[in-house]
Antibody, heavy 122, light 111 residues
Framework: EVQLLESGGDLVQPGGSLKLSCAASGFTFSSYAMSWVRQAPGKGPEWVSLITGSGGSTYYADSVKGRFTTSRDNSKNTLYLQMNSLRDEDTAVYYC???????????????WGQGTLVTVSS | QSALTQPPSASGSPGQSVTISCTGTSSDVGGYNYVSWYQQHPGKAPKLMIYEVSKRPSGVPERFSGSKSGNTASLTVSGLQAEDEADYYCGSYAGSINLGVFGTGTKVTVL
């Protein structure tokens, strides 16, 4: 059974940093691109980042480019999101999500974690 | 990249059908056959219902179907059931320099 379990969400002040983790199990982690998707309260999802299966390529939304870094440790089946220079508008539930298939384009995620809440506020 | 446009709400009685639209541009919905639909119940993660415009993942009932015409994609839920009451979001590929974009969301109410 595929499972994705996020952790690391917290209350942080504007300008602060936070690192999220996503522990994966039940599939060959290194074979699939993974993403972080966030959802602000009452809003639709927003794709934050994507990392290829090997970890060799990463892509970011313009809203987080230069502030957030996605990485993965395939030996530990874990995905990470390092968030720096946090802003009020980064407040959201952050989900990690697995791509349905190799090479699939667009927001095609067949498994999501339960989400972890990041609140940016002074 | 702007969010795709969906109607805020839609409703139907049990057994009826409801169709939700998702309008984008030629740079996203209209340009590629990579439109997905998600169902989200309160407090839960989104669930993939349709991918690549009209394909259903394993386990999704056949009463969920997707289509596309020009810059507008649609999700139809036939034979509405109480458990279909949820928020629905579309998503689309938007080109190689863009991760992709989600819709504004539609709340489906089963009357």
């Amino acid at each position: 059974e595929v499972q994705l379990l996020e952790s690391g969400g917290d209350l942080v002040q504007p300008g602060g940093s936070l690192k999220l983790s996503c522990a994966a199990s039940g599939f060959t982690f290194s074979s699939y691109a993974m993403s972080w998707v966030r959802q602000a309260p009452g809003k639709g999802p927003e794709w934050v980042s994507l990392i290829t299966g090997s970890g060799g390529s990463t892509y970011y939304a313009d809203s987080v480019k230069g502030r957030f870094t996605t990485s993965r440790d395939n030996s530990k089946n874990t995905l990470y999101l390092q968030m720096n220079s946090l802003r009020d508008e980064d407040t959201a539930v952050y989900y990690c999500a697995k791509k349905l298939g190799v090479g699939m384009l667009g927001p095609t995620f067949d498994y999501w974690g339960q989400g972890t809440l990041v609140t940016v506020s002074s | 990249q702007s969010a795709l446009t969906q109607p805020p709400s839609a409703s139907g009685s049990p057994g009826q059908s409801v169709t939700i639209s998702c309008t984008g541009t030629s740079s996203d919905v209209g340009g590629y056959n990579y439109v997905s639909w998600y169902q989200q119940h309160p407090g839960k993660a989104p669930k993939l219902m349709i991918y690549e415009v009209s394909k259903r993942p394993s386990g999704v009932p056949e009463r969920f179907s997707g289509s596309k015409s020009g810059n507008t994609a649609s999700l139809t839920v036939s034979g509405l059931q109480a458990e279909d009451e949820a928020d629905y979001y579309c998503g689309s590929y938007a080109g190689s320099i863009n991760l992709g974009v989600f819709g504004t969301g539609t709340k489906v109410t089963v009357l």
